[in-house]
């Protein structure tokens, strides 16, 4: 069952002061913050590497974590090495690589912190990381409104999954009840299904 998505009017917000109507949505936007239309945030420390109680000193250890932007970085404990990435996948493999040989231990952090060392990732997502930089400063209304965009978008890949999933679940409930687990349903459509 697929639900219907709630409907964002940009006509209901009743803008002040000839507020730009892109800025108001995203102000008003729940999954963004206020501080998005203000371009680029402090840069936040990494954490610490945990004591030798913790983890052993000889394993390495890689920070997995999303910049501003949304991308993924994986940054070594040390800070010797690091990338950036447009996946979180990409960011784990990038360390697993890195550490191949002796195995390593990665640490995903929840807030939003920037890669400190060259890029040794993607350089696509180095670019496009820039571009979203320089889109901000200039162009704060559409960076934020690509953001609202791309949140939608999140959003409704993530329903679609589920509904996909729920409709798999239901077709091996059939199939279980049916067939017994003997014989799989292959039809298009439902109405191929033998009445009892």
């Known amino acids: 069952m697929i639900r219907q998505r709630k409907q964002f009017s940009v006509s209901r917000l009743g803008l002040a002061g000839g507020m730009d109507p892109i800025v108001a949505a995203c102000q008003a936007a729940p999954g963004l913050r206020r501080d998005d239309l203000a371009g680029p945030t402090p840069v936040r420390q990494f954490p610490r590497r945990p004591d030798a109680g913790v983890i052993s000193e000889t394993i390495p250890l ?52 920037e890669l400190d060392v060259p890029n040794r990732g993607s350089r696509f997502v180095a670019g496009l990381a820039a571009a979203a930089d320089f889109v901000a400063r200039r162009a704060p209304a559409l960076a934020c409104f690509v953001r609202m965009a791309a949140a939608e978008w999140r959003k409704l890949v993530a329903e679609i999954s589920r509904a996909l999933a729920g409709e798999r679940k239901h077709r091996a409930a059939i199939e279980t009840e049916l067939f017994r687990n003997q014989y799989r349903l292959s039809s298009k459509n439902d109405d191929d299904l033998p009445i009892l």
């Not at 932007?69 to 990038?94: I, T, V």
């Open 62 to 113: 890689f920070y997995i974590a999303q910049d501003r932007n949304g991308f993924w970085l994986a940054r070594e404990a040390d800070g010797g090495d690091g990338g950036l990435f447009l996946l979180k996948r990409s960011a784990l493999r990038f360390a697993h690589d890195k550490a191949r040989l002796r195995g390593c231990a990665t640490m995903l952090l929840a807030e939003r912190l």
